[in-house]
């Protein structure tokens, strides 16, 4: 399936009808059991780059993949694979003026719409993070797109921006 296609579609539909989509969580929503499959394969997804897990992440990414950093640059899914197993992508925080290592990815502000076997999750992601030594631009927000296939859930697409004014609590 085209990944750009996907997006545009998914993207379009959001905003020629916001209500199309819904935030599940209600009881009784039909899009529950989507939700909730999609929030273990997004936990698992982030096991992953946590664990540097090549094959959880080949299993996750869809072979189109098409990842885009806050700057724009975009990634295949090998290139995305290839900068988290081999490190070039550091998650840090600053603490009594030393840099640390983040082990944990922090959810923040988490949202799932459910589109039928299609699902975009938002976040805020508050963390700082090294690519090639140089910083990404934080804090951001992002959304990853899923499409369910063959009976499983993968994700399509994944994109960040720079949140242009840091929310309440941000360094």
């Not at 094959?55 to 700057?71: C, H, K, N, S």
């Not at 550091?90 to 459910?114: N, W």
Request: charged share 20%.
């Amino acid at each position: 399936m085209n990944t750009q296609r996907i997006t545009i579609v998914l993207l379009a539909t959001a905003l020629m009808n916001p209500a199309a989509g819904q935030v599940v969580g209600q009881t009784g929503n039909p899009s529950q059991s989507n939700k909730e499959e999609v929030v273990n394969v997004e936990d698992a997804r982030i096991r992953a780059h946590q664990n540097k897990d090549q094959a959880g992440m080949e299993r996750i990414y869809a072979d189109d993949l098409v990842w885009t950093f806050p700057t724009g640059e975009r990634f295949t899914k090998s290139q995305f694979i290839d900068i988290i197993v081999n490190q070039k992508l550091k998650p840090f925080v600053v603490s009594d003026g030393k840099v640390q290592a983040v082990t944990t990815i922090k959810q923040e502000d988490r949202h799932f719409y459910v589109f039928g076997n299609t699902v975009i999750v938002t976040r805020y992601a508050s963390m700082k993070e090294l690519f090639n030594g140089k910083p990404l631009p934080h804090p951001r927000r992002f959304f990853n797109v899923y499409v369910k296939e063959d009976g499983r859930w993968q994700l399509v697409t994944h994109h960040s921006a720079p949140v242009a004014t840091p929310q309440p609590g941000d360094q």
